[in-house]
């Protein structure tokens, strides 16, 4: 890294929180301090904003880094995680988006409390979102501290702690001051720089191999090292049964867990209507499926001109691979060209980090203010007092998050997405879907769906070869690993679904068909939706 790229990098950075801390200022003098301000930015939000929001939401550094350094290294096999990004949004759109805008108000347990015993739904609900929640926040932390201390050149534990505190307090900044307005501000300004900046490599990689992808493709080939196998199905998760069994539970972690995300499920609610709300989601697929299009030729681009070798050189999991992409269609690391175009992605990089911890953090803290505090109070609290929680629980949430990010630093950022992904699957979506669908749905299948799910894939992960076992553990030096996968989709999952049936079959509560008859007709008119 030269001093040329250290400091344009760095004024990029730099130019990126100043706009953004100066829509958070402006926002936060203009609202008004109502939970509906803070939580949902007024309800005031187009389809297309909220679209692009969403985007912004969803394309994260796992996207835009991991995914094209996977692709970069294993071919084939890397596709396959993009086609499970993408595929997710299908469940959205047909089985949630609508019916979860009509059921809810700010938060998933809205939906799932319409019409059973609030407080152990509530509680239970909440405390599973806020898992999630910081799960996949100390992923983007994690992968900003890696990342940002790489491209400015400080390689140092202390360089990379620094970096994570930092991103954790512009994070709990953009929250507490903005809420959801400022929050979907951010993200639409950041969807706009990446899908920019990715179209733009697109466009350089194709010049490079004059619009000829069998050309791109066959070089990228011969490039890697395996030949034909880089175009092929296998090379990273066809070796033995077991890594063929991790994939299909990575696959239904990332099919299914993504409409259980709490800061995804919370868009939802800033658009005035479900109208609006299905659109939104139409929006999204097009950006997302678009910006996921480009990253196929990005990561062969990366193979093919880059090399695996050099990509493996500055990153054993590859997730440099698209800033040393552009530094060589730049025209190299000593051109100018290269500098700018280096520095360009770094930032972009650097924005797609912040406008996802600051989305994440506002989901969880409503999670605890409007959930876990306000069913703990054993009434309602007020507005105005609960949008207050939810400030200092932005702070709280900061804080745990940077303290398991440094913990953490070490540990493989693609793990903890598939992880925080796994746990949505697992124990929110069972208790929403049968929420939405099941007339004989009980208060304790609701909690033990949640409960069900959550506490076997955090249970097994602790057991898996993640945690120890093997010399690429969190743990290297000790061995309790008894469950052979690293992601715990394929038994959590179904263990979720499985747990909310059992509690609702032996469950003495009568199901209340007054309330069910009320919320199906709200989910799929709009009636009475706040």
Same mark, same amino acid.
């Given at each position: 890294?030269?001093?040329?790229?250290?400091?344009?990098?760095?004024?990029?950075?730099?130019?990126?929180?100043?706009?953004?801390?100066?829509?958070?200022?402006?926002?936060?003098?203009?609202?008004?301090?109502?939970?509906?301000?803070?939580?949902?930015?007024?309800?005031?939000?187009?389809?297309?904003?909220?679209?692009?929001?969403?985007?912004?939401?969803?394309?994260?550094?796992?996207?835009?880094?991991?995914?094209?350094?996977?692709?970069?290294?294993?071919?084939?096999?890397?596709?396959?995680?993009?086609?499970?990004?993408?595929?997710?949004?299908?469940?959205?759109?047909?089985?949630?988006?609508?019916?979860?805008?009509?059921?809810?108000?700010?938060?998933?347990?809205?939906?799932?409390?319409?019409?059973?015993?609030?407080?152990?739904?509530?509680?239970?609900? %909440? *405390?599973?979102?806020? &898992? +999630?929640? $910081? #799960?996949?926040?100390?992923?983007?932390?994690?992968?900003?501290?890696? !990342?940002? /201390?790489?491209?400015?050149?400080?390689?140092?534990?202390?360089?990379?702690?620094?970096?994570?505190?930092?991103?954790?307090?512009?994070?709990?900044?953009?929250?507490?001051?903005?809420?959801?307005?400022?929050?979907?501000?951010?993200?639409?300004?950041?969807?706009?720089?990446?899908?920019? %900046? *990715?179209?733009?490599? &697109? +466009?350089? $990689? #194709?010049?490079?191999?004059?619009?000829?992808?069998?050309?791109?493709? !066959?070089? /990228?080939?011969?490039?890697?090292?395996?030949?034909?196998?880089?175009?092929?199905?296998?090379?990273?998760?066809?070796?033995?049964?077991?890594?063929?069994?991790?994939?299909?539970?990575?696959?239904?972690?990332?099919?299914?867990?993504?409409?259980?995300?709490?800061?995804?499920?919370?868009?939802?609610?800033?658009?005035? &209507?479900?109208?609006?709300?299905?659109?939104?989601?139409?929006?999204?697929?097009?950006?997302?499926?678009?910006?996921?299009?480009?990253?196929?030729?990005?990561?062969?681009?990366?193979?093919?001109?880059?090399?695996?070798?050099?990509?493996?050189?500055?990153?054993?999991?590859?997730?440099?691979?698209?800033?040393?992409?552009?530094?060589?269609?730049?025209?190299?690391?000593?051109?100018?060209?290269?500098?700018?175009?280096?520095?360009?992605?770094?930032?972009?990089?650097?924005?797609?980090?912040?406008?996802?911890?600051?989305?994440?953090?506002?989901?969880?803290?409503?999670?605890?203010?409007?959930?876990?505090?306000?069913?703990?109070?054993?009434?309602?609290?007020?507005?105005?007092?609960?949008?207050?929680?939810?400030?200092?629980?932005?702070?709280?949430?900061?804080?745990?998050?940077?303290?398991?990010?440094?913990?953490?630093?070490?540990?493989?950022?693609?793990?903890?997405?598939?992880?925080?992904?796994?746990?949505?699957?697992?124990?929110?979506?069972?208790?929403?879907?049968?929420?939405?669908?099941?007339?004989?749905?009980?208060?304790?299948?609701?909690?033990?769906?949640?409960?069900?799910?959550?506490?076997?894939?955090?249970?097994?992960?602790?057991?898996?070869?993640?945690?120890?076992?093997?010399?690429?553990?969190?743990?290297?030096?000790?061995?309790?690993?008894?469950?052979?996968?690293?992601?715990?989709?394929?038994?959590?999952?179904?263990?979720?679904?499985?747990?909310?049936?059992?509690?609702?079959?032996?469950?003495?509560?009568?199901?209340?068909?007054?309330?069910?008859?009320?919320?199906?007709?709200?989910?799929?008119?709009?009636?009475?939706?706040?």
């Amino acid at each position: 890294m030269t001093g040329h790229h250290q400091t344009l990098a760095l004024f990029l950075f730099s130019a990126f929180i100043a706009v953004t801390l100066a829509i958070t200022t402006w926002v936060g003098r203009n609202r008004q301090g109502s939970a509906e301000e803070f939580y949902a930015g007024g309800r005031l939000f187009s389809p297309m904003e909220n679209g692009f929001a969403i985007a912004g939401d969803y394309m994260s550094a796992a996207s835009f880094l991991g995914l094209t350094g996977l692709i970069a290294l294993f071919g084939y096999d890397g596709l396959l995680y993009a086609v499970g990004f993408q595929v997710a949004w299908l469940v959205v759109l047909f089985l949630v988006a609508e019916l979860v805008r009509n059921c809810g108000r700010f938060t998933l347990a809205d939906v799932v409390a319409a019409r059973m015993s609030e407080r152990p739904v509530r509680i239970a609900t %909440g *405390t599973s979102s806020v &898992t +999630v929640s $910081v #799960l996949y926040l100390v992923a983007q932390m994690v992968g900003a501290g890696s !990342l940002v /201390a790489l491209l400015l050149g400080g390689t140092s534990p202390v360089a990379r702690a620094w970096t994570v505190i930092g991103v954790g307090a512009l994070m709990v900044i953009y929250v507490s001051l903005g809420g959801m307005r400022a929050t979907t501000w951010i993200q639409i300004v950041k969807a706009v720089l990446l899908l920019a %900046g *990715t179209v733009a490599l &697109t +466009v350089l $990689v #194709l010049l490079r191999f004059h619009g000829d992808l069998d050309r791109l493709l !066959l070089t /990228a080939a011969e490039r890697s090292g395996h030949g034909d196998a880089f175009l092929a199905p296998g090379l990273r998760y066809g070796g033995d049964w077991t890594s063929r069994f991790d994939f299909i539970s990575l696959g239904l972690a990332l099919v299914l867990g993504t409409a259980g995300l709490p800061h995804i499920l919370s868009r939802f609610y800033t658009v005035p &209507t479900a109208r609006a709300a299905r659109r939104s989601v139409l929006w999204a697929i097009g950006l997302i499926g678009g910006f996921y299009l480009m990253t196929f030729v990005l990561g062969f681009g990366a193979a093919a001109v880059v090399g695996p070798e050099a990509i493996r050189g500055a990153n054993a999991a590859g997730n440099t691979a698209i800033p040393l992409l552009a530094l060589d269609l730049g025209g190299g690391a000593d051109s100018t060209g290269g500098t700018v175009l280096f520095a360009v992605v770094a930032a972009v990089a650097f924005a797609t980090i912040l406008a996802v911890v600051a989305g994440i953090t506002l989901a969880s803290s409503a999670s605890v203010a409007h959930d876990l505090y306000a069913s703990l109070r054993r009434r309602r609290a007020k507005q105005r007092s609960e949008v207050a929680v939810a400030r200092v629980a932005s702070v709280g949430i900061g804080v745990v998050s940077i303290a398991l990010s440094l913990l953490a630093r070490d540990l493989n950022v693609a793990f903890l997405v598939g992880l925080a992904f796994a746990v949505a699957a697992s124990a929110n979506l069972p208790a929403l879907l049968y929420s939405l669908f099941w007339r004989g749905f009980t208060t304790r299948g609701a909690v033990w769906a949640v409960y069900g799910g959550l506490i076997p894939a955090l249970v097994l992960v602790v057991l898996s070869p993640v945690v120890s076992g093997s010399p690429a553990s969190l743990f290297p030096g000790v061995d309790f690993q008894y469950f052979p996968l690293q992601n715990p989709g394929l038994v959590s999952i179904p263990a979720g679904f499985l747990a909310g049936w059992l509690g609702t079959v032996t469950s003495s509560e009568t199901p209340d068909e007054a309330k069910h008859a009320e919320t199906e007709v709200r989910s799929l008119t709009g009636a009475g939706a706040a």
